[in-house]
């Protein structure tokens, strides 16, 4: 059975940085792309960073790039998203997902399995 699991979240200041992990089990990440999406409170869920199987190819949001930054560890089926220069409004739960596909796109209808999410709270 496969499994995507997100953990990492928590409670930041503004400017402060979190690391997000997505664990993935029953499954070899190797042949996945994988997702990062968002959702805040009244929102809808949109896409914040993916990255191809092979890790070669990534793309950002427009509202991340040039603080995130994601990366993945096949060897360890670990997926990361590292969040710098945070701000008020990327408050939201974050989701990983994987695709069945070697590209990367930022379509939710893409995804065919999700986490249950993490909450990153930014706060003065």
């Known amino acids: 059975q496969l499994h995507v699991v997100e953990s990492g979240g928590g409670l930041v200041q503004p400017g402060g940085s979190l690391r997000l992990s997505c664990a993935v089990s029953?499954?070899?990440?190797?042949?996945?792309?994988i997702g990062w999406f968002r959702q805040a409170p009244g929102k809808e869920r949109e896409g914040v960073s993916c990255?191809?199987?092979?890790?070669?190819?990534?793309k950002y949001a427009d509202s991340v790039k040039g603080r995130f930054t994601i990366s993945r560890d096949n060897a360890k089926n670990t997926v990361f998203l590292q969040m710098d220069s945070l701000k008020l409004e990327d408050t939201a739960v974050y989701y990983c997902?994987?695709?069945?596909?070697?590209?990367?796109?930022?379509?939710?209808?893409?995804?065919?399995?999700w986490g249950q999410g993490t909450q990153v709270s930014v706060s003065p």
């Open positions: 997902a994987a695709a069945v596909q070697p590209m990367c796109v930022m379509s939710t209808r893409s995804y065919g399995y």
């Open positions: 029953g499954f070899t990440l190797d042949y996945y792309a």
């Open positions: 990255i191809t199987s092979s890790g070669g190819r990534t």
